[in-house]
């Protein structure tokens, strides 16, 4: 079947960002400057010309960009996203005959024989002619234009005749670039080539990009030993913990929590009377104001209301609350009776509650996305976030994303960017790689990642080399979390307080989003629960804890450092621009970051143990350095300036008094 | 908006072979095996079963494979390609709750208490609930299945609960391989995610991949100096052609010359009387049965009736014609009285004939593809092809393809493969990289390539590095040419036989198809029409030759020898294979192709004015050799064996002697 259309004669291909061609966004954060490139040319010689479409979702009209052409059928074009939410992009090509002609044109009249030669090599003949066939096109131009523009487009339609009819034996060019430029702006559009899909592209927020997380405990944010601690409790560690420098204050779920199946300490299957149950076993029989599920306050935490004013508190100090949304039941929630057909029952007609066989989670019951009231389920999921940004929250942790439905993700964040392209979600997905990456794809603005067990070089760098680069980039944001309530690592474990320090180091200058779960972390907390146990001995899941946030040697001094280097310093608000320097010790990582002129350098001893010493040897072009000569380095940690000359420069690095150098790097002269 | 139905937990992507999205097709060949691969997961640890669907644009309903898990979330499956044409293929997937429910029931079964120990660890009690869950999912499965099927899965249903009901102080597994590919056999595809795209496969025949091409110019196939060729000449030299081993017998274009502005020879813009000129310039004024345009033969040639001929004895000798299709006319064409709309008009009113200013050429003009009746043009463009295919015409060889819209040619290919899906393109493109492989995109099935100006060690393997790897040889297949009549290149020029031999052995062995201009190619012709020109002088192209093929300084024997090589072994009928193996000296290009047990090793040395030797280091997997062990090569140009023992041998090869061997490899014991 012949197209309707057969004279579109450009191709319009490969355009980039495109993430499964199209099938999902790209992400950006406003204020960003979206590059996008494609693939444009038609037969033959004639020239092309392409245009860069795009708009806001809020906008009907498409905006145009020209794009510019970079060599080898590759054209680029800019745009500014200055909205959050959806926009769509394009690029349309078409055949530009009057930049044809005009070169077409330069090439006859350097052709022509040299009027003060004696000699008549060439010929002058065609170019009345030719002047005659631009004026045409030029016509069809003109007629596009409006106003001042038509005018003069008008003009020189009238020069070219009257040069053609007036003749003569040499020609010189009456086209000049600003003629050109003019004639762009009135392109003949009607034959041009759209590419075939319009490409979907989703803004965020900045603090998508660049955000320093504190995890805590509010049942463990009491002053006094005899009492678990509430909202208000928190709002008094609001200013240290904004001192330290985090943006982001993250609470484990404040629900009520279930009675039936209570685990108590230690994830002991029998709590005792007075054991207060892990915050993740969501919902309590309703009684009226007190209990509920996921819509509800733990009452031992607080109110609505407290929680409100918590919230309003963290912003004046510059941060925000984030809350974590655990889709799952305790036996008491509320919605196991309101809802039965929502959860899976067994044969005998009990619920199905989480398993692992052998392993069992009787105090939890999963959702069945399977369900045959899967609308109402949706609908009721959604309306929990709903409920929260309603009251302000925009920022949500979910917990263990990967074992609820992946089309669920989708379509519930879209709805709920829909009114609130500004909230924010982080994916506690631990799990293999392709469904870490399509909760990115659907939705997630950012994730955990396995950088909590990448402690080796050749692991850390294989492993950031793949999510900080396109594809990746395009639509995954890591959050590196060298702790968490879950997780405490072996390294931590044995390491000590070198490896609390290099793992901090690590996390928040490899990752513009990382954090930590405190005060665990500054304390350096890394007893295990057994001995090859990820899980804390005495674990806050469990229990309410009591912390000496004034212990001496707490870490709290190097982050709040640290975090003022993040904030001073524009290469760490980002992870695209990482490279990694070999360095001739295999235990010393070696990496830069840059933004603009911002030019950050850290070489990092990865060993807890030991003094580790060597040569690194610097990829200068990354830090925009030239080669041969002096360059400045300020440690960013302590303030010491060094010299260094050319690639080759020597670290030496002691982990029990500081196992990096986080420098600035400044061209000297 | 939520979907249609949500509970589709199932994500399926990244689905391959894929074309730009699946834009265009993936090619294969009759015969071959196509692998698809997809990643296929879903939410939690359910386990997921994913299917190919595959059919021909014949068939209505799909076909099914059961697909297999390669690990990481990755899926393949194969289907056998049957039919020449179009296919489809695509992958659905889908949460198999049996499969999931019998590995649970493993778990549960392994944590059973030992019942010949005294300790009771564990239990027993969850097992008959489990065995009444997996006896209602087969119950569902049962429900799917008739006859034989059917009756065995009620058994086992019963058999389910009868252990249930009994009870036991330990369970042995009741689930058998067997039951598990019974009841996978039919799964329950109503919660299925299928991808969202059907792709497209289109399948050739053989000659698509492997073919030996051969160009003659018909008008000097005469035998008797005094007059030019006719088909019947060319007949008599069939024999001759077919023993030196090629399979297409290709002809520039044979249709009546244009006589206003003909070219003399050596492209001389003023023809003299007798002067026969260009080929290419297509069309004379039309007088009843002797001239015309691209569906009429040249009176000098012969007749459709000796054309026919000629096609018909071709294909007794095992051979093809392939056909020159030139798509431009003379200005004597009677598409240019018929269909003046169809040219280009100057505002004298004169028709455009093709310029690259300075350069005119007056005896050609150009087509417009934006012809107000760019209808009538290409429907006239099809019939041409459909002419020749009626004639049994089965292989073109399209003249300058990227100067027409490439529309065009999408359209054009598909209609004439509608009726004939074994007709062949071979796109004449000599330009940049996105044009080439747009061509193929569009349908063509096989390109000239760069390998004409490719002739240093790098530039060799840089670019067959890029043209024998996916995603390029999903679409383009390359047909190597060492020479053309517009092509006669300077290290030809300048190498004489021992670089034409070189040559030769290249592009039969690099590529599958290849294809020389003969007999300036065995006869060793290189003299250029200027010092730095490419054009040969005298060239063919403008006058008659009368070749002597018997001369004793002719490469025909190695030409022979190698077709031969080509056709004994299938490791060089295809690309894909093909792996370069390092050496030490920059003039000796090594390389190995592999089908199976087939395994050819080629070491040629690419000076042609000097013996070069050195070590090569042979990647030994890749010739499926063991390490440390001897093997045996024999060079197939000589018939010689050598024993050579691991990775390091050497090789010396003398340019004027045999600048290459040809090695077939074989392991020894």
């Not at 040319?41 to 020209?66: I, K, P």
Request: proline share 7%; net charge negative; hydrophobic share 35%.
């Amino acid at each position: 079947m012949k197209p309707v259309e057969g004279r579109k004669r450009v191709v319009v291909e490969q355009l980039s960002p495109q993430v499964d061609s199209g099938r999902y966004p790209a992400c950006r954060i406003l204020g960003d400057t979206v590059t996008v490139t494609a693939a444009v040319f038609g037969d033959g010689h004639d020239h092309v010309a392409a245009r860069l479409m795009y708009r806001h979702e809020s906008e009907r009209r498409w905006r145009f960009v020209t794009m510019v052409d970079r060599g080898n059928d590759v054209w680029s074009g800019d745009f500014l996203v200055d909205q959050l939410g959806s926009w769509q992009f394009t690029v349309q090509g078409w055949i530009d005959h009057f930049d044809t002609w005009s070169s077409d044109l330069q090439k006859r009249l350097a052709a022509q024989p040299d009027p003060h030669s004696i000699e008549t090599v060439g010929t002058v003949q065609d170019i009345p002619l030719a002047l005659r066939t631009g004026a045409l096109l030029l016509e069809e131009i003109a007629a596009r234009a409006k106003g001042p523009d038509h005018r003069q487009l008008t003009e020189i339609v009238a020069s070219l005749r009257w040069m053609a009819d007036q003749g003569a034996v040499f020609y010189e060019n009456p086209i000049t670039p600003e003629i050109l430029e003019l004639a762009a702006r009135y392109p003949d559009t009607s034959l041009a080539t759209k590419f075939e899909r319009d490409l979907p592209l989703w803004v965020d927020r900045e603090r998508a990009r660049y955000s320093t997380w504190y995890e805590l405990f509010p049942r463990s944010a009491s002053p006094d030993p005899t009492r678990t601690g509430r909202f208000e409790d928190v709002e008094k560690l609001l200013p240290e913990i904004a001192a330290m420098g985090f943006d982001v204050v993250y609470m484990p779920p404040v629900h009520p929590i279930g009675t039936a199946y209570r685990k108590g300490p230690n994830n002991n299957v029998v709590a005792q009377d007075g054991d207060l149950g892990s915050p993740w076993a969501i919902g309590a029989a309703k009684a009226p104001g007190v209990e509920g599920g996921h819509k509800s306050i733990h009452p031992e935490l607080g109110t609505l209301k407290t929680f409100d004013h918590l919230v309003k508190e963290t912003r004046k100090h510059g941060m925000e609350i984030a809350m974590d949304i655990a889709f799952q039941a305790s036996p008491d929630h509320p919605w196991v009776t309101e809802h039965p057909t929502w959860f899976k029952h067994r044969p005998d007609g009990t619920i199905q509650y989480a398993e692992n066989p052998p392993k069992k989670y009787q105090d939890i019951y999963p959702l069945d996305f399977e369900s045959v009231d899967w609308r109402g389920l949706w609908q009721e999921l959604y309306a929990v976030f709903k409920f929260w940004v309603d009251r302000d929250v925009k920022i949500f942790r979910v917990d263990n994303p990967h074992t609820k439905a992946l089309p669920f993700w989708e379509w519930c964040i879209a709805e709920v960017h829909k009114d609130h392209p500004d909230v924010l979600f982080l994916a506690e997905a631990f799990t293999r790689p392709h469904v870490m990456y399509s909760l990115a794809k659907g939705g997630f603005t950012q994730s955990y990642t396995y950088f909590t067990w990448r402690t080796t070089k050749p692991e850390i760098q294989a492993y950031f080399e793949e999510i900080t680069k396109p594809p990746v980039t395009d639509f995954f944001q890591p959050n590196l979390w060298p702790n968490t309530p879950d997780i405490l690592h072996e390294f931590l474990q044995k390491g000590g307080r070198p490896a609390f320090m290099q793992r901090l180091i690590l996390a928040a200058t490899l990752g513009a989003n990382y954090g930590i779960y405190g005060p665990a972390y500054e304390l350096g907390e890394n007893k295990p629960a057994k001995p090859v146990s990820e899980e804390y001995l005495d674990s806050e899941k469990y229990e309410a804890k009591h912390w000496d946030r004034t212990a001496p040697h707490s870490i709290a001094p190097l982050i709040t450092r640290v975090n003022q280097i993040r904030r001073e310093n524009k290469a760490l608000q980002s992870n695209n621009s990482l490279h990694f320097h070999n360095a001739d010790n295999p235990n010393i990582l070696c990496y830069s970051k840059v933004s603009g002129d911002n030019i950050i350098l850290v070489a990092i001893n990865l060993d807890y143990s030991q003094q580790q010493s060597g040569w690194i040897d610097l990829d200068l072009r990354e830090l925009n350095i030239p080669h041969n000569q002096n360059f400045d380095v300020e440690d960013l940690l302590t303030g010491t300036h060094y010299t260094w000359h050319d690639r080759s420069n020597y670290v030496a690095l002691r982990p029990e008094v500081l196992p990096a150098h986080v420098f600035r790097v400044t061209r000297l002269g």
